[in-house]
C-alpha cells in the first residue's frame, strides 16, 4: 500500500549538481517525518537530511551547505538537492517517511528502494 519511489539519480562529475525526488503514496504525507539516507559498498546506510512535518530540517555535517532537502504537500514528494558534489556521496540513495522521523534508520517506517548516485573525479 504505502509506496515510496526515488528518481533523479545517475552520474555527474565532481562539482556537479543532482536532484533527487521521492513520490510518496499510501499514507497521509502530511503528517509524517521524511528523510534521505545512502549507502556506499562496504558502509552503513547513513543519515543524510531529513524534513519533519513542520518543515523543520536536519542535515549530516558532510552534507550541510551543499545539500537541501524540501518538500511538496500538495504533490507527496521529498526532494534532496545536492550541490558541490563529491566523490565520496557516491552511493545508493534512499527516501523514507516516519511517523516521528529523526536521523537515524529505526525512525523510519517506510523506504524506498533507492536511486544510484555517481560521482567522478
Known amino acids: 500500500q504505502v509506496q515510496l519511489v526515488e528518481s533523479g539519480g545517475g552520474s555527474v562529475q565532481a562539482g556537479g549538481s543532482l536532484r533527487l525526488s521521492c513520490a510518496v503514496s499510501?499514507?497521509?504525507?502530511?503528517?509524517?517525518?521524511l528523510g534521505w539516507f545512502r549507502q556506499a559498498p562496504g558502509n552503513e546506510r547513513e543519515f543524510v537530511a531529513s524534513?519533519?512535518?513542520?518543515?523543520?530540517?536536519s542535515y549530516a555535517a558532510s552534507v550541510k551547505g551543499r545539500f537541501t532537502i524540501s518538500r511538496d504537500n500538495n504533490e507527496n514528494t521529498v526532494y534532496l538537492q545536492m550541490n558541490n558534489l563529491k566523490p565520496e556521496d557516491t552511493g545508493v540513495y534512499y527516501c523514507?517517511?516516519?511517523?516521528?522521523?529523526?536521523?537515524?534508520?529505526?525512525?523510519?517506517?517506510?523506504w524506498g528502494q533507492g536511486t544510484q548516485v555517481t560521482v567522478s573525479s
Open positions: 523514507a517517511a516516519g511517523w516521528v522521523g529523526g536521523t537515524m534508520r529505526h525512525q523510519f517506517d517506510y
Open positions: 499510501g499514507l497521509t504525507f502530511a503528517m509524517y517525518a
Open positions: 524534513v519533519s512535518a513542520d518543515a523543520h530540517t
